[in-house]
């Protein structure tokens, strides 16, 4: 396979690209509005869960921002793009890892399973998965890009999820 078919395949999904870019990056903004309406309550020790939720949710904000735009890049290299989203699912996993086991993120609050598994290891699968989608391009497999349509679904859900909870905060008050 050569980097023409990648750079057609990738043009078909310039439109879908470009839709979950805007989401992306409106949906960043609402986040920052949920800040500023909680900033206050934020800094409250027993409030720290959701700074570490907004933390999270902006990350994979940015996740999903990042591999939009990779998508639109014009006339790719077949080799560039697939490393590319390895990377970016490397990048993603370690900081996941990272937190997961940062002793201020760990033991802030008592977790369900369910929340844990929402938490890290649904990210953590996530990141997994861009790597997988990242390999499979990278042999040619060219239909394996509909593999990022549920990475960033599942991104996207778990960011907006965040989001809400810290809106939320505002009524508990």
């Known amino acids: 396979m050569d980097s023409a078919l990648l750079a057609k395949v990738l043009s078909d999904w310039q439109p879908f690209s470009s839709a979950v870019a805007a989401a992306s990056a409106t949906l960043t903004g609402l986040l920052f509005v949920s800040l500023s309406i909680n900033r206050d309550k934020l800094k409250e020790a027993e409030n720290r869960v ?3 939720l907004a933390k999270r949710s902006f990350g994979d904000y940015l996740f999903v921002l990042a591999v939009s735009l990779l998508m639109l890049v014009p006339k790719q290299d077949r080799s560039i793009f697939p490393v590319v ?3 970016l699912g490397i990048g993603r996993m370690m900081r996941t890892v990272r937190e997961w ?3 201020d993120y760990r033991h802030v ?4 399973k369910r929340e844990t598994v929402a938490e890290y290891a649904a ?4 990141c997994l998965g861009m790597c997988v989608v ?8 060219y239909a394996a890009i509909y593999g990022i349509v549920f990475i960033l679904l599942e991104l996207i ?3 907006s999820r965040n989001s809400w909870r810290l809106l939320l905060l505002e009524k508990k008050a």
């Open 85 to 87: 989203l390895a990377l």
């Open 123 to 126: 990210p953590a699968i996530s």
């Open 134 to 141: 990242g390999g499979y391009i990278y042999f040619g497999r």
């Open 50 to 52: 959701f700074l570490r």
């Open 101 to 103: 086991r940062h002793p």
């Open 157 to 159: 859900t778990t960011a």
């Open 109 to 112: 609050t008592e977790r369900t």
